[in-house]
C-alpha cells in the first residue's frame, strides 16, 4: 500500500545550451508527488503518516522553493555569484529562514544561503526526479515520484525497498538506537 505527499515548488531555472525558448532564464511552479511503499503499519493503520513523509522530504525539498537552478557549466552561475556577492546575498540574509541543509551528491549541490541549487545536467522535469529520488531514497521507502511543471510531467517506479523500523505508536521511521525521535517510543 502507498502514501502519497504532494509538493508545490517555485524556482528559476534555463537550459542551458538548449534551441529554444527554455535557454531563457525562466521560471516555474513544480508540483512534486512522492510515493511511499510499506506494509500498514498495524499501530497507526497507515503506511507512513503523510505529515512525516512531508517533514522528512521538506529538509531537502525546501533548497529548491524560491531558488535559482543552474548548471554547473552554465556561464551564468560565476555572473551571478559575482553580484551576489556584490550585493551581500552570497552568504545570505537574515529573512532567509526557509532554507534547508546543504547537501552535495554526484547530481547536484545546495547552497541553501544564496537560493542557489547547482546541477550536473539540464533541471527537466526528469532530473528533477532523479535529483530527489537520490536525495531520499535512504530516508523513505520511494515507490513513485512525478513531476509537473508547467506543461511538462514525468514520472519514474523504483523498486528498491528498505527494511525501515517504525514507530508503532506513530508510524515514523526510528532512530538508529530504535527510539521514535517524536514520542518516545523505544523499540523492544
Not at 529554444?20 to 503506511?47: C, F, K, P, R, W
Not at 514507530?167 to 521511521?173: D, E, N, P, R, T
Amino acid at each position: 500500500m502507498r502514501s502519497i505527499t504532494t509538493f508545490d515548488l517555485q524556482y528559476a531555472h534555463r537550459f542551458y545550451g538548449f534551441q529554444g525558448e527554455a535557454q531563457y532564464l525562466h521560471g516555474h511552479t513544480g508540483v512534486l508527488t512522492i510515493e511511499v511503499e510499506d506494509s500498514v503499519n498495524e499501530g497507526v493503520n497507515m503506511v507512513y503518516p503523510c505529515n512525516e513523509i512531508q517533514k522528512v522530504a521538506w529538509d531537502v525539498l525546501k533548497n529548491f522553493d524560491h531558488a535559482l537552478i543552474l548548471r554547473q557549466d552554465d556561464p551564468l552561475l560565476p555572473a551571478i555569484l559575482d553580484v551576489y556577492e556584490k550585493t551581500g546575498l552570497k552568504n545570505g540574509h537574515p529573512r532567509n529562514t526557509m532554507k534547508g541543509e546543504a547537501f552535495k551528491t554526484e547530481l547536484a549541490q545546495a547552497y541553501p544561503d544564496s537560493r542557489l541549487v547547482v546541477t550536473k545536467e539540464t533541471m527537466t522535469v526528469e532530473g528533477m526526479i532523479k535529483i530527489v529520488y537520490d536525495l531520499l531514497k535512504d530516508k523513505l521507502n520511494i515507490a513513485k515520484i512525478t513531476f509537473t511543471s508547467g506543461v511538462n510531467a514525468a514520472s519514474a517506479e523504483f523498486t528498491e525497498r528498505k527494511q525501515i523500523d517504525r514507530c508503532s505508536l506513530c508510524g515514523i521511521s526510528l532512530d538508529e538506537n530504535g527510539v521514535c525521535p517524536k514520542c518516545g517510543y523505544r523499540k523492544k
